[in-house]
C-alpha cells in the first residue's frame, strides 16, 4: 500500500474549474510506474463512483458522466496525480477520492484499489 493525500477541493460556481491533486508515499522509486491511480467520487447516499484512473503503462479512462469535462494526468517525479475539472454542475458534488491499485484489470471498480486517501469535499453551487 501507499499513503494518498488529496489537495484542491472547495466550492465553485456552476460551469467553473478547479483541480484536485492527490500526492502519494510510502515507496521507494516510482510509485506510478507500478501502480494504476484513480479517482472516484461519493455524494450523499449514493454509491462510489469511478470517475477516472491512469494506468502504470499511461492509459486513460474516465467515467461516462465526466467524459470531455476531466483530465486526468500524473506526474511521476512528483509522485502526484491531478484531475482537472472544467465545466463542472451541480451533480458533480460530492467527496472525491483518490485511489491506487496494483491490479491492472477491472480498473473502474472500487474493489481492486487498496489504497485511499481520505476525501476532499468539492462542492458546486447552482
Known amino acids: 500500500q501507499v499513503q494518498l493525500v488529496e489537495f484542491g477541493g472547495g466550492l465553485v460556481q456552476a460551469g467553473g474549474s478547479l483541480r484536485l491533486s492527490c500526492a502519494a508515499s510510502?515507496?521507494?522509486?516510482?510509485?506510478?510506474?507500478?501502480?494504476?491511480m484513480g479517482w472516484f467520487r461519493q455524494a450523499p447516499g449514493m454509491e462510489r463512483e469511478f470517475v477516472a484512473a491512469?494506468?502504470?503503462?499511461?492509459?486513460?479512462y474516465y467515467g461516462d458522466s465526466v467524459k470531455g469535462r476531466f483530465t486526468i494526468t500524473s506526474d511521476n517525479t512528483k509522485n502526484t496525480v491531478y484531475l482537472q475539472m472544467n465545466s463542472l454542475q451541480p451533480e458533480d458534488t460530492a467527496v472525491y477520492y483518490c485511489?491506487?491499485?496494483?491490479?491492472?484489470?477491472?480498473?473502474?471498480?472500487?474493489?481492486?484499489?487498496?489504497?485511499w486517501g481520505q476525501g476532499t469535499q468539492v462542492t458546486v453551487s447552482s
Open positions: 491512469i494506468t502504470w503503462s499511461g492509459g486513460i
Open positions: 485511489a491506487g491499485s496494483r491490479v491492472r484489470t477491472n480498473i473502474m471498480s472500487t474493489t481492486v484499489y487498496d489504497s
Open positions: 510510502g515507496r521507494t522509486g516510482r510509485i506510478f510506474s507500478t501502480y494504476t
